[in-house]
T-cell receptor
Framework: EAGVVQSPRYKIIEKKQPVAFWCNPISGHNTLYWYLQNLGQGPELLIRYENEEAVDDSQLPKDRFSAERLKGVDSTLKIQPAELGDSAVYLCASSLRVGQGAYEQYFGPGTRLTVT | AQSVTQLGSHVSVSEGALVLLRCNYSSSVPPYLFWYVQYPNQGLQLLLKYTTGATLVKGINGFEAEFKKSETSFHLTKPSAHMSDAAEYFC????????????FGQGTTLQVKP
């Protein structure tokens, strides 16, 4: 079974440029998460989707970040314009949630963004 | 609100020695607790989780953790370290049963010396 796929794995851009990250979750997983991981820190949730609905985007900086999950499958996270402080690893995870409870989240390898 | 504190950002052990990584949590509801491992340039992999039931949880690669409610702890242990265990380890608590949100600690880097 294929895991969570993310692309690109690495991205270097100049500040003020736009950038997009793509995530394909595990087949059949209805829930998709985007996390931000700063160097030496644990991941922090940016946004969570249940199917195609963003059910928790309270930590997403909406002035420059946007995300979409069309058709409830793969997802794109965009930053426009990028700032130096956005340099980090962006992780995508997915899970199969049925009702309430704790469900294992499967993580992709991440996209390492460097803003110069 | 939930939070996680991992004591010690770096832990160094000799190969064959006991591994002990400490995690304390704060939660206003009965917690669901997780340990993840992250190897360089890879995503996070679940080692083990506690939801309900038995407080001693066994995971992959010989790791186990014990949920101690009175101490609000969920420390990770392995009797004998292998070189391949060198990685970063994250403790996490489930935000609440209906959000699916994981709240992670800062991580502990485990170094294994030959």
């Amino acid at each position: 079974e294929a895991g969570v796929v993310q692309s690109p794995r690495y991205k270097i851009i100049e500040k003020k440029q736009p950038v997009a990250f793509w995530c394909n979750p595990i087949s059949g997983h209805n829930t998709l998460y985007w996390y931000l991981q700063n160097l030496g820190q644990g991941p922090e949730l940016l946004i969570r989707y249940e199917n195609e609905e963003a059910v928790d985007d309270s930590q997403l900086p909406k002035d420059r970040f946007s995300a979409e999950r069309l058709k409830g499958v793969d997802s794109t996270l965009k930053i426009q314009p990028a700032e130096l402080g956005d340099s980090a690893v962006y992780l995508c995870a997915s899970s199969l949630r049925v009702g309430q409870g704790a469900y294992e989240q499967y993580f992709g390898p991440g996209t390492r963004l460097t803003v110069t | 609100a939930q939070s996680v504190t991992q004591l010690g950002s770096h832990v160094s052990v000799s190969e064959g020695a006991l591994v002990l990584l400490r995690c304390n949590y704060s939660s206003s509801v009965p917690p669901y607790l997780f340990w993840y491992v992250q190897y360089p340039n890879q995503g996070l992999q679940l080692l083990l989780k506690y939801t309900t039931g038995a407080t001693l949880v066994k995971g992959i690669n010989g790791f186990e953790a014990e949920f101690k409610k009175s101490e609000t702890s969920f420390h990770l242990t392995k009797p004998s370290a292998h070189m391949s265990d060198a990685a970063e380890y994250f403790c996490a608590v489930h935000g609440s049963s209906n959000t699916g949100k994981l709240i992670f600690g800062q991580g502990t880097t485990l170094q294994v010396k030959p």
